[in-house]
């Protein structure tokens, strides 16, 4: 069973810093992709960051290039969200995501994954 858990969330100030962590179980996690997604207040859920596990490769929203860094410990079953020069506009509840499936164009679309997060909340506030 799939099972996908979030934590690192937390309150930050504008240009602060935060890790986020998604710990997965029930499946392995080289086979996989995974992504980052967020969903903020009365706004569509968006994909932040995907890595595909089964070769290295990642993909960023433009909003987020140059400040978040996904990665991936295969040993840990875990993979992270480094967030840097955090924004008000970062603020929304992130979610990771899970997918079996080798997709090798446009992999970090919500409808694509399987199995999610309970999310976590991050707020970017002074």
């Known amino acids: 069973q799939v099972q996908l858990v979030e934590s690192g969330g937390g309150l930050v100030q504008p240009g602060g810093s935060l890790r986020l962590s998604c710990a997965a179980s029930?499946?392995?996690?080289?086979?996989?992709?995974i992504g980052w997604f967020r969903q903020a207040p009365g706004k569509q859920r968006e994909g932040v960051s995907c890595i595909r596990n089964f070769d290295g490769d990642t993909v960023y929203a433009d909003s987020v290039k140059g400040r978040f860094t996904v990665s991936s410990d295969n040993a840990k079953d875990t993979v992270y969200l480094q967030m840097t020069s955090l924004k008000p506009e970062d603020t929304a509840v992130y979610y990771c995501?899970?997918?079996?499936?080798?997709?090798?164009?446009?992999?970090?679309?919500?409808?694509?994954?399987?199995?999610w997060g309970q999310g976590t909340q991050v707020t970017v506030a002074s």
């Open positions: 995501a899970a997918t079996p499936r080798r997709i090798y164009s446009n992999y970090c679309l919500a409808y694509t994954y399987d199995d």
């Open positions: 029930g499946f392995t996690l080289d086979h996989y992709i």
